[in-house]
């Protein structure tokens, strides 16, 4: 069973950057997704991002679009998400998570189990 691992988070001022990486262990098919999911202090679990582990889609939801970047590191197994003009709405805990179908990242991760620990992101005013 592939496992991921969060990190890149920490504390930024409101018009930062971060860089967040998800580091896969085992084989993910090139057609399977990784998504990009925050949860904010008190609040669900939203989807923001996803890309096919292959690199060659990518999906945005509203909030993030022109902001936040997806990438894959080719030649290794890592996926990224680069958050440009960080807002203080930004701020919680970023998880990513691996899916066989690309699309079910946003419309069916509230049925996802076994959530890895996330990485902390804090964008302050």
């Known amino acids: 069973q592939v496992q991921l691992e969060e990190s890149g988070g920490g504390l930024v001022q409101a018009g930062g950057s971060l860089r967040l990486s998800c580091k896969a262990s085992?084989?993910?098919?090139?057609?399977?997704?990784v998504g990009w999911f925050r949860q904010a202090p008190g609040k669900e679990r939203i989807f923001l991002a996803a890309?096919?582990?292959?690199?060659?889609?990518?999906v945005y939801e509203d909030p993030v679009k022109g902001r936040f970047t997806c990438s894959k590191d080719n030649a290794g197994n890592t996926v990224y998400l680069q958050m440009n003009s960080l807002k203080p709405e930004d701020t919680g805990v970023y998880y990513c998570?691996?899916?066989?179908?690309?699309?079910?990242?946003?419309?069916?991760?509230?049925?996802?189990?076994?959530w890895g620990q996330g990485t902390q992101v804090i964008v302050s005013s």
């Open positions: 890309i096919t582990w292959s690199g060659g889609s990518t």
């Open positions: 998570y691996v899916h066989p179908t690309f699309y079910a990242l946003a419309t069916r991760h509230h049925q996802f189990e076994n």
């Open positions: 085992g084989d993910i098919h090139p057609t399977y997704g």
